[in-house]
């Protein structure tokens, strides 16, 4: 393989021509992860979208609200009753009175524990619901985000993130919502009572108050970086395992596992050790809070104390006025361990909802054109220039959506190297019905071409265009309805085979699916399979080899019936019989179809009309076979490395 020919390029500059007039979108703003003030916390962050999302639940959760509001109040009566019962079934009321005082408060309490239950599950319910569909809507989101987005992240590591930051916002919209509305309504209702029964004790209470907070701030910031820690650590750890899952032949082919398994328990010690000191801080958050809290109450039974003996209070009056002081105290406990809950789950939302609301500059553009059907599908490529660049665009999951969340990342200051360009100056054109083969050395940009027709990428210079269009002023939905693309490596799902072939034309009617599966000689072993064309294939089913899955592949284009077809050939020799059965099923799929062809196999480029040669990102040579050997260039030597070796391989096969 030879590099002394030079690519044929132009250079970028005189490149921007009238062909690149179609300029990229600008660039959509995300904002960057800032510090948020005390206030801004207070609002709630990026949790504020979640608000918009509870309207259709309204009319269940102003029931859940009107019945927390109730039974709080129920609560608040309960010291002032007590109080009462002390001073007068204890001094003038007797016996009588203390009877239906406590009949009042069993009465009272049993229509509380049924509000209690009606509420619980009014909120849970529509939170579940909620949760629900923001998961359903990102992973709609996330199908739709450019392979870019996909290349730049791990898959184990998104999952966990949106498994857990999605489970955190759960959390919020249930048990946390409607913690945190109690507590309030209790404090405020417990305060207002401490004041009205009496406003000096009341004065004494609220000194401690500021320690209180202060705590609850203190702790809760140091609690939140250690939950961000812990949960960076598990996805990294979910991260690894599921790559090793991903790659196990290769882990146990190299016997790899006590590699993978020391990277694995690395990151889950880390874990541990993180959590450990978030128990120490969560710890010292409870003790310190419970211990000033019932300080406060010891502090008013001392002031209090002294007043009932100098007899300017009465014993009913100090109990009542000790149970709304606990009952402040707990609730200012409570929210200060949700301030920390809260702030953890202003994190996910970040997260959750920045990727929500990004809009990838690939896109359909606003004013979108739409191609007359039938699409014969010439394709045009006019100078391209193309290299990959990272999606900035889009939100890094794992970066810091709020300061001193997760672990020091690289810095943002520093800028990422310009990547050399893939693809120098790329031009040539496939008439409707042509087929054109793409040959040339590994990772001479091949596949890169292959992945620009779909818009799976934009280019930086010049265009990519589809009947005169450029494929950025075209519906992406139309473009890749017209694009039916068989890639090297064929992934089934898990599913039928019935469905792993229709996957491409979910309408298809039975005699369609047969009729496809029959072109590409798949109908011959699927009809041998222990139930056909319902066996299930994939994960949990039967496994099939490279070429029944290359054959399904076909059957799966046929069916579609594109007007363009990417065939990526499959590197993998095949016995004769699969090979000479996908030669058919070939011929039937390019029958006057505008096809691209990355090439491997001899038949394949013979049977092309033309063969674009590349190397290093620029068209080497074109021609046909014939003209390309008589030539003696790049191609001429690929022919005799790589396609006569092959021939010579599946020959000497043959009479093995
Ligand atoms: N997602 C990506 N991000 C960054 N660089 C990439 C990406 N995909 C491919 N490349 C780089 O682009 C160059 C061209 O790759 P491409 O896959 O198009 O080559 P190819 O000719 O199809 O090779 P092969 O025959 O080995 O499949 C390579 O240098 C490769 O490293």
Not at 328 to 352: D, F, K, P, T
Request: glycine letters at 8%; proline letters at 5%; aromatic letters at 6%.
């Amino acid at each position: 393989m030879s590099n002394n020919a030079p690519p044929a390029t132009t250079s970028p500059d005189t490149a921007q021509n009238e062909r690149s007039r179609i300029q990229a979108p600008p660039a959509p703003t995300i904002t960057p992860p800032e510090r948020l003030s005390f206030w801004q916390k207070l609002q709630g962050g990026d949790l504020r979208y979640l608000v918009p999302r509870l309207k259709p639940h309204s009319g269940k959760l102003s029931i859940a609200a009107a019945m927390l509001l109730a039974s709080t109040a129920m609560s608040l009566v309960f010291p002032t009753v007590v109080g009462r019962i002390m001073d007068t079934a204890f001094g003038a009321g007797g016996r009588q009175q203390l009877d239906r005082t406590v009949l009042f408060l069993l009465a009272l309490f049993s229509v509380q524990a049924v509000m209690t239950f009606c509420q619980a599950y009014l909120l849970s319910a529509s939170g579940e619901r909620i949760i629900a569909r923001l998961r359903e809507d990102l992973f709609a989101h996330l199908l739709r985000l450019p392979p870019a987005f996909f290349a730049d992240r791990r898959t184990g590591e998104l999952t966990s993130r949106l498994g857990t930051d999605v489970s955190m916002l759960q959390g919020v919209l249930t048990m946390n919502a409607l913690e945190l509305l109690k507590q309030t309504l209790l404090l405020i209702g417990a305060l207002v009572m401490l004041t009205v029964t009496h406003v000096y004790l009341t004065g004494i209470t609220l000194l401690l108050v500021p320690i209180v907070v202060g705590t609850a701030i203190f702790f809760g910031e140091r609690l939140k970086k250690a939950s961000q820690g812990v949960m960076d650590e598990v996805a990294e750890a979910s991260a690894i395992a599921e790559e090793s899952f991903s790659q196990i032949r290769v882990v146990q082919s190299f016997v790899g596992e006590p590699h993978e398994q020391a990277r694995y328990g690395a990151r889950i010690t880390a874990a541990v050790s993180v959590a450990l000191r978030r128990a120490v801080t969560r710890g010292f958050f409870y003790s310190v809070i419970g211990f000033v809290s019932m300080s406060a109450s010891v502090l008013v039974l001392w002031v209090g104390g002294r007043m009932v003996l100098a007899g300017t209070l009465t014993v009913g009056t100090l109990f009542s006025f000790l149970l709304y002081s606990a009952m402040a105290a707990n609730s200012v406990g409570a929210l200060g361990a949700l301030w920390s809950a809260y702030q953890e789950s202003m994190g996910a939302a970040a997260r959750v909802f920045q990727l929500l609301r990004s809009v990838p500059r690939l896109r359909d553009a606003d004013n979108a054109v739409t191609l007359a059907e039938p699409i014969t599908g010439a394709v045009e490529f006019s100078d391209v220039w193309f290299r990959y660049e990272p999606a900035d665009d889009l939100p890094k999951l794992d970066g810091p959506p709020l300061p001193g969340q997760g672990r020091a990342r690289s810095p943002a200051a520093t800028p990422a190297a310009v990547p050399d360009w893939t693809l120098r100056g790329i031009s040539f054109r496939i008439n409707p019905g042509e087929t054109v083969a793409l040959v040339g050395p590994s990772g001479a940009g091949k596949t890169t071409i292959a992945a620009l027709i779909p818009r799976f990428w934009d280019v930086q210079k010049g265009a990519v265009s589809i009947e005169g269009t450029d494929v950025r002023e075209l519906r992406l939905a139309q473009i890749r309805d017209a694009i039916g693309l068989v890639p090297q490596e064929t992934l089934l799902f898990s599913g039928s085979v019935r469905d792993n072939i229709s996957y491409a034309r979910p309408d298809a009617t039975e005699e369609q699916i047969l009729a496809a599966a029959r072109a590409a000689h798949a109908h011959e072993f699927v009809r041998l399979l222990p139930e056909g064309y319902d066996t299930r294939v994939g994960e949990r089913g039967v496994k099939l080899s490279g070429g029944q899955r290359q054959r399904i592949a076909l059957a799966r284009a046929i069916l579609k019936d594109p007007a363009v077809l990417i065939l990526d050939e499959a590197t993998s020799s095949l016995d004769t019989e699969s090979e000479a059965l996908i030669e058919d099923a070939l011929n039937t799929l390019l029958q006057n179809r505008t096809t691209l062809i990355i090439a491997h196999r001899l038949s394949t480029v013979r049977r092309a009309n033309r063969i674009l040669v590349l190397e290093n990102g620029g068209i080497a040579e074109t021609g046909t076979h014939n003209e390309l050997i008589a030539a003696g260039g790049l191609y001429a030597r690929l022919y005799a490395h790589q396609f006569r070796d092959r021939e010579e391989a599946a020959e000497s096969l043959m009479t093995v």
